[in-house]
């Protein structure tokens, strides 16, 4: 889940403790895998760091490959 940059981090706090307790009961975990998804739940701070991690091994194979902007 993501939410404009900017949130209050009171706000973000009380959707992610929301959101991983629904993500967490069997019914959505089973729900979920039917879909072909793993869920699996993270502070904040983790979330965080896997989209920069993620952006930067992008960005990275973006440039090798040569692809540019339109």
């Keep these: 889940m993501l939410a404009s940059a900017g949130i209050a981090k009171e706000i973000v706090a009380i959707l992610n403790a929301g959101i991983g307790q629904v993500v967490n009961t069997p019914e959505m ?36 490959a040569g692809v540019k902007p339109e």
């Design 29 to 64: 975990k089973v729900a979920l895998n039917k879909q072909g998804l793993d869920p699996r739940t993270s502070t904040p701070e983790q979330f965080a760091a896997l989209i920069h991690s993620e952006l930067e091994k992008n960005r990275t194979l973006i440039q090798r």
